[in-house]
């Protein structure tokens, strides 16, 4: 299960830890100068996009996070990646504590975050991303065009997160 949801199906960037593993995609590894046969899923300038919360509190650890069907999995880009501050799962244990009862002011307290376009071109336009529109056209990230295709939430969303969801949209 990945980011509480039960129905099978996967929000697209729940792919994004296996896209580091020898011989995926390696036709666009070999394209960026990238080695299609190396494993990145311990390289630090990967982890950083690839994961959810990399370096920080709450956040993966290559080998050590803990994935159990209660809590997203942080090998890929989950929900707290894009909605806190720091990118780890912190944010999203107050809310199942509180039980999706909360303000927008005070989740802000407790770092969610609302600057998106910035969120995403912080990882979509990195400076130091081997994956640019030099490398191949399809890298080229509008913000407005992309993010009118992130949140499908009758597709993503069940029972136990569509209250957290509702309420951070206030």
Not at 2 to 7: D, P, S
Not at 145 to 152: A, F, G, K, P, Y
Request: charge should be positive; charged fraction near 30%.
């Amino acid at each position: 299960m990945i980011h509480g949801i039960r129905r099978g199906r996967i929000p697209p960037h729940a792919k994004t830890y296996e896209l580091l593993r020898p011989d995926v995609r390696a036709a666009a590894k070999r394209k960026a100068r990238l080695n299609p046969n190396k494993d990145y899923t311990e390289d630090p300038n990967c982890l950083r996009c690839h994961t959810t919360g990399y370096g920080q509190k709450g956040g993966f650890v290559p080998g050590e996070t803990i994935i159990n069907r209660w809590e997203p999995n942080m090998e890929q880009v989950g929900c707290e990646m894009c909605h806190t501050v720091r990118g780890g799962n912190q944010v999203r244990v107050v809310m199942k504590q509180r039980g999706g009862k909360f303000s927008r002011k005070k989740i802000e307290q407790w770092g969610a975050r609302y600057d998106y376009e910035n969120v995403c071109c912080r990882c979509h336009l990195h400076r130091k991303s081997p994956h640019k529109v030099s490398v191949d056209s399809k890298y080229r990230f509008n913000y407005k065009e992309r993010s009118e295709h992130i949140h499908d939430y009758e597709k993503y969303y069940d029972d136990f997160n569509k209250p957290q969801t509702s309420l951070l949209s206030h």
